[in-house]
Nanobody, 126 residues
Framework: QVQLVESGGGLVQPGGSLRLSCSAS????????VGWFRQAPGKEREGISS????????VYVDSVKGRFTISRDNAKNTLYLQMDSMKPVDTAVYYC???????????????????WGHGTQVTVST
């Protein structure tokens, strides 16, 4: 079955850390540009980070730059998002996505989307 499955979400206090994982099955993640999007309550889904298929170049939106780190392990067919110094505004459902290309970096827009994951809830609160 072709799918992306996120894990690692949960409740974290402000200033804390979480690591999200996105496991691919039925296709090779290395063949795609992959990224993370998030959707906060009452807001549109926004792209926050992506990583290329070739040289591993990364894109981060300003709101997460310096705090979040995207990485991929092609041998494990898995994408990661390390989130540090988390803030309440980071509360959202986080989705991973596999796509053909980056159309825009500001805002982050991916083209030729192949698969979305179903999302994992992240809540930053005391």
């Amino acid at each position: 079955q072709v799918q992306l499955v996120e894990s690692g979400g949960g409740l974290v206090q402000p200033g804390g850390s979480l690591r999200l994982s996105c496991s691919a099955s039925g296709f090779a993640l290395e063949d795609y540009v992959v990224g993370w999007f998030r959707q906060a309550p009452g807001k549109e889904r926004e792209g926050i980070s992506s990583i290329s298929r070739s040289d591993g170049s990364t894109v981060y939106v300003d709101s997460v730059k310096g705090r979040f780190t995207i990485s991929r392990d092609n041998a494990k067919n898995t994408l990661y998002l390390q989130m540090d110094s988390m803030k309440p505004v980071d509360t959202a459902v986080y989705y991973c996505v596999a796509a053909s290309e980056v159309l825009s970096t500001t805002p982050l827009i991916l083209g030729g989307v192949y698969r979305w994951g179903h999302g994992t809830q992240v809540t930053v609160s005391t």
